[in-house]
């Protein structure tokens, strides 16, 4: 298969909640003008983005709701549960453990990890926070997929050195700092800074 880019991806996950909200509202087809409009995109990159994948809908008709929904799941991996390490036991990390739709949508945070002494042991909502020495261990045991990083930028680098050593391939990471990993591995970064400068540059643009 050829190499897929980020933007179809996340126009993927897209096009998968507009799905999950028309099929709450028991619609049968969409258009791929229609699709285009709650996914954010235009109907020529809906049938681009998914040819990517096989031939879907008919002409004239649309596409099938429920079956476009169940496909994207499977192209995302969204018919499965992926087991999650949250690393970082902060403020950050207590509030990534509480959001639901981590879990709705099949990722399970079930190791938290730190580093500091003082926290290691406690209770963080339901999970009790591991030495983060243990994480190769534990990760094996649990049967980990994939890896949150939530602590400081001083500290990040060397906690994806670990997670690449224990084998992890894909990390979200929320530390405002670029990381380096090898090629097989892939790093997410979700820079809320970053976002919010966009933001404060549309206002002064306005």
């Known amino acids: ?32 003008k229609e699709l285009a409009q709650t996914g954010g995109a235009t109907s020529v990159q809906v049938r681009k983005d998914l040819s990517c994948f096989g031939q879907f809908g008919t002409r004239g008709l649309g596409y099938p709701v429920c079956q476009l929904k169940e496909t994207i799941a499977h192209i995302l991996g969204l018919h499965r ?14 509030a990534l453990i509480s959001y639901k739709e981590f879990k709705r949508q099949g990722f ?3 190791a938290v ?11 963080k909502r339901g999970l009790i926070i591991l030495d983060i020495k243990n994480l190769p261990e534990v990760s094996r045991e649990l049967k980990i997929d994939m890896a949150i990083v939530a602590v400081p ?11 690449v050593q224990a084998g992890f391939k894909v990390i979200l990471n929320f530390a405002p700092v670029n990381l380096m990993a090898p090629p097989q591995v892939t790093i997410r970064n979700v ?7 966009a933001l404060s540059y549309r206002l002064m643009a306005n």
């Open 1 to 32: 298969m050829r190499k897929i880019s980020d933007a179809t991806i996340t126009r993927l996950s897209r096009y998968y909640r507009s799905l999950a909200r028309l099929e709450r509202k028991n619609q049968e087809m969409v258009s791929s």
């Open 81 to 94: 549960t992926w087991n999650v390490a949250l690393v970082g036991a902060g403020s950050l990390g207590a």
């Open 108 to 110: 399970h945070i079930v």
């Open 113 to 123: 990890f730190d580093k500091d002494p003082a926290k290691v042991g406690k209770n």
């Open 153 to 163: 930028k001083t500290e990040a680098q060397s906690v994806v050195n670990l997670l």
């Open 191 to 197: 820079n809320m800074a970053i976002e919010l400068e």
